[in-house]
């Protein structure tokens, strides 16, 4: 965990993990906040979520795969495996193939 996730509930980071990395939807707080509808996602959220709800947007909004937030659209796109996830995807896999092993 790096010094911008340490505040963001492990479990949510968990969830973003899986949902950016395979498409998996997360939860109704975090597929509402990935959608841009805030005040859905706080009326969905857990107790540690509403407390670390600052963290978690800056967290998106930093570190999140482009095209992967921001309305409902593209985040039904990402969990269908479109355009922009199969990009990031190919990004994943060129940098991994270009590090030393």
């Known amino acids: 965990m790096n010094g911008y996730s ?12 899986r949902y950016w990395t395979h498409g998996y ?10 959608c841009g509808k805030v005040f859905d996602a706080v ?18 909004v ?5 095209g992967s ?4 659209e593209l985040v039904q796109d990402w969990i269908n495996k479109g355009e922009m996830f199969q990009w990031h995807e190919k990004n994943r896999i060129v940098e991994y193939l270009s590090t030393d092993a």
């Open 6 to 17: 340490s505040n963001v509930p492990k479990h949510t980071l968990d969830a973003l993990d």
């Open 25 to 34: 939807q997360p939860g109704s707080f975090l597929t509402m906040l990935l």
């Open 43 to 60: 009326n969905r959220a857990d107790h540690m979520n509403k407390e670390a709800l600052g963290h978690i947007v800056y967290y998106i």
């Open 62 to 66: 930093h570190f999140a795969p482009r």
């Open 69 to 72: 937030y921001g309305s409902e």
